[in-house]
């Protein structure tokens, strides 16, 4: 299995608070990305990385900002929460961000913005 | 915007049974993965595609790239419990490296 976590794995906040999501690889790959996964979605992206410091965005990244500032970090925050940002979090890898490469997925964060 | 499309959105079965599941696009992607994922856990990738009419078997499951490159497939021959999960295509776009997912099928397959 990948080397990859996610912290914390479950959080119940509440409106307008900001919250910190973090995601940690041993791999050493160079890509790291944020999914959301809602029923009927599938997953959809938020903000991915290419590099330290290095962060674009994507599909739904409205109320979102990420920051890398190693190669094993990746932090998602809400700015201020709202409770349509409820959702399963999940970070992912990928070495090179090659076409058709294989992105390993953590093992989620379960988020309640009541 | 590049959209995926799975079919069906539930799948109940018994053990033994066949299935297919759909994954279509009006879109041309230049690659197509399937992924598993199990209560509680991130996906896991299954295959990957990269050739328009490409079949790949992975034991009893067989997935196809359509010639256009614009849908897959994924035919399960004798269900077992243990394929019990979320199947999720996800296409490379050709305009971006950036992984677009299908809307998944739940898939139930009963002892």
């Known amino acids: 299995d990948a080397g990859i976590t996610q912290s914390p794995r479950h959080k119940v906040t509440e409106t307008g608070t900001p919250v910190t999501l973090r995601c940690h690889q041993t791999?050493?790959?160079?890509?790291m990305y944020w999914y959301r996964q809602d029923p009927g979605h599938g997953l959809r992206l938020i903000h991915y990385?290419?590099?330290?410091?290095?962060?674009d965005k994507g599909e739904v990244s409205d109320g979102y900002s990420v920051s890398r500032s190693k190669t094993e970090d990746f932090l998602l925050t809400l700015e201020s929460a709202t409770s349509s940002q409820t959702s399963v979090y999940f970070c992912?890898?990928?070495?090179?961000?090659?076409?058709?490469?294989?992105?390993?997925f953590g093992p989620g964060t379960r988020l309640l913005v009541l | 915007t590049q959209l995926l499309e799975q079919s069906p959105q539930f799948l109940s079965i018994q053990e033994g049974e066949n299935l297919t599941v759909y994954c279509n696009s009006s879109?041309?992607?230049?690659?197509l993965q399937w992924y598993r994922q199990e209560p509680g856990e991130g996906p896991v990738l299954l295959v990957t595609?990269?050739?328009?009419?490409e079949v790949k078997k992975l034991k009893r499951l067989t997935f196809q790239f359509g010639d256009a490159r614009k849908d897959s497939s994924l035919h399960i021959t004798a269900a077992q419990t243990g394929d019990t999960g979320l199947y999720l295509c996800?296409?490379?776009?050709?305009?971006?490296?950036?992984?677009?997912f299908g809307t998944g099928t739940l898939l139930a397959v009963q002892p």
């Open positions: 990385s290419y590099g330290v410091k290095d962060t």
């Open positions: 996800a296409g490379d776009g050709t305009a971006t490296n950036k992984l677009i």
């Open positions: 595609v990269v050739t328009g009419g």
């Open positions: 879109s041309v992607f230049s690659s």
């Open positions: 791999e050493n790959h160079r890509y």
């Open positions: 992912a890898i990928s070495e090179s961000g090659g076409s058709g490469e294989t992105q390993y």
